[in-house]
């Protein structure tokens, strides 16, 4: 199993956080919402960032900071951040607003064939740093126990 530590503690970690997404989202909206543990677009915490910095974390403490290997995932981390904040919280805005002028122009009209878009893809702050923590939490443990 150690040889795929690199490879398991990213699922690991998306996992967990896919359950937890689940359970806050059943929660919040009080009615369980079985299509959350596989759909990871938006939400709390975000699975994206946990899957990335899982594994940046792994390699940063069973190989080292100051390595190549480290800098490289640090970097695409980075990348996902930035998309997670940025990019596609800022499509999710979009999104919504499209949906809101077809319901205002066409009143739903079912004949357009026109289907919702989906509105939440992406994190707010909270949610991003709840990733960041899940992740390196799940790293510290697979570093210390497996």
Same mark, same amino acid.
């Given at each position: ?11 690991? =970690? ?17 009615? /369980? ?9 938006? $939400? +709390?915490?975000?699975?994206h ?7 940046? +974390? /792994? %390699? $940063? ?22 998309? =997670? ?7 999710g805005?979009?999104? +919504?607003? %499209? ?13 357009? $064939? ?17 990733? %960041? ?6 790293a ?7």
């Open positions: 199993m150690k040889e795929y530590i690199y490879l398991l503690c990213p699922v690991v =970690a998306l996992i967990i956080c896919q359950i937890i997404k689940f359970l806050v989202e059943s929660i919040k909206n009080k009615k /369980l919402d079985f299509e959350r543990l596989l759909n990871g677009a938006g $939400g +709390m915490p975000s699975s960032t946990t899957f990335s910095v899982a594994l940046t +974390m /792994l %390699i $940063g403490y069973r190989i080292g900071f100051e390595t190549p290997i480290f800098a490289v995932s640090l970097i695409f981390t980075c990348i996902t951040l930035y998309d =997670a904040l940025g990019v596609r919280w800022e499509s805005k979009q999104a +919504m607003a %499209i949906n809101l002028i077809f319901e205002s122009i066409f009143k739903g009209d079912k004949k357009l $064939g026109f289907k919702k878009l989906k509105e939440q893809l992406g994190h707010e702050p909270l949610e991003v740093l709840v990733g %960041i923590f899940l992740g390196t939490t799940v510290f443990l697979f570093n210390n126990f497996i």
